[in-house]
């Protein structure tokens, strides 16, 4: 028997807290051996008692959870953001989760906005660097609000930082039987930071012999995504390309309802998370799409080595696409509940 894993469940703002709902449904009918315990980080507390983060909190994640379950964070009603950052960010940078896993599969060739494409040609994964990059918040303004003004913000790129990312790269590629690692940069411009990418991906590849390397400018990639997908295996990017490939990438799959994410640091609680935000123009209309969720929920599973589970919740993911049991954002007809009820009733055969 598998001991049980612990859960920390946050579900947000706005669509999160929907899809996140129907998505413990369909882990629940696995029938995997998990414990739910429901934080209520998000705009609500923090619009009551101005709480983001409670004191600790991220050490109480770290210590007291095997896995971090998060819907979506924004909220109009705070419009600094302030809260999601605090938490979002407060949760990659301060549990040190350097690795945003971002896997991007075609599930039915009717999802891609691509003429002719069908799932074999779309089927790879992107791995961002979550940690540093232009993220870090570096920078300063200089004579601010006037017509002098000068803003900068500093790209921040260690040594330790790069080889970690590039590492996890190849690694995953290793596990998952990729069989090549794509290095994107814009080291023609950015010629100090790209130097050190550039470097030490050279290196870390010698310690992979059997998996093929490529380098390629971020623009060149965003045309390579769009014009030949189906040569993309591995991507390894820096915190600031990986933002802006992963939204193209979750377009080719079907849009932001569809996409799931991992936040990982190997060894320790990570975090798991749709792609898409909050959406608050269709928050409780029961009209969001639950299938990233419920993919994200599959991806946690496979991560805390729950397999056979992982599998049968994609598996009735596919079948539901398949039968165009969706909702409108993908083509369907149905709502969150039934399009999660539907997958939940497979999973639970
Ligand atoms: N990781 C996160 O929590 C995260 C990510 C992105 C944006 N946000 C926040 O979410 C709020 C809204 O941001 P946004 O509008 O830029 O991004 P968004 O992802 O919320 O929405 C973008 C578009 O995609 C649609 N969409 C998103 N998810 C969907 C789903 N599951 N089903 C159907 N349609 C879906 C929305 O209706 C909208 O048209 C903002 O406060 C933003 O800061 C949070």
């Not at 940069?185 to 790209?194: H, I, R």
């Not at 397999?307 to 049991?325: C, D, F, G, M, T």
């Not at 969150?336 to 999973?347: G, L, N, Q, S």
């Amino acid at each position: 028997m598998t001991s049980k894993k612990r859960i920390a469940v946050v579900p947000g703002d706005g669509i999160g807290q929907e899809v996140i709902r129907e998505a413990l449904e369909v882990l629940r009918a696995s029938g995997v051996p998990l414990e739910f315990t429901t934080l209520d980080w998000g705009a609500d507390r923090y619009l009551i008692d101005g709480t983001t983060v409670p004191a600790d909190g991220f050490a109480m994640l770290a210590r007291d959870f095997d896995a971090i379950f998060v819907g979506a964070l924004g909220d109009p009603r705070v419009p600094s953001n302030i809260h999601a950052k605090e938490i979002l960010l407060g949760m990659r940078f301060q549990m040190d989760l350097y690795a945003n896993v971002r896997p991007v599969r075609l599930l039915d060739a009717s999802l891609c906005p691509l003429k002719n494409a069908t799932p074999a040609d779309i089927n790879f994964t992107v791995i961002r660097e979550n940690t540093e990059g232009v993220y870090a918040g570096m920078g300063g303004s200089f004579k601010f609000g006037t017509p002098d003004e000068v803003a900068t913000q500093e790209d921040i790129n260690t040594r330790k930082g790069v080889e970690r990312i590039i590492r996890y790269a190849f690694d995953y590629a290793r596990a998952n039987g990729r069989k090549k690692v794509l290095m994107a940069d814009k080291s023609n411009v950015m010629t100090y930071a790209g130097g050190l990418w550039q470097r030490v991906f050279k290196e870390v590849a010698q310690e992979f012999p059997g998996i093929a390397t490529q380098h390629m400018y971020v623009d060149a990639l965003c045309l390579q995504m769009v014009r030949e997908p189906q040569s993309l295996d591995v991507i390894v990017t820096n915190n600031m390309f990986g933002d802006i490939v992963t939204d193209l990438a979750a377009a080719l799959q079907g849009g932001l309802g569809m996409a799931a994410s991992g936040n990982i640091h190997p060894g320790r609680a990570s975090m798991f998370e749709p792609v898409h935000g909050s959406a608050p123009p269709i928050a409780g209309k029961d009209l969001a799409n639950p299938v990233g969720a419920i993919l994200t929920g599959a991806m946690m599973l496979a991560h805390l080595g729950l397999l056979a589970e992982s599998q049968k919740i994609e598996a009735a993911v596919l079948e539901a696409v398949r039968e165009k049991k969706m909702t409108p954002d993908v083509g369907g007809t149905l709502g969150t509940r039934e399009c999660a009820r539907w997958i939940a009733e497979r999973v639970g055969q």
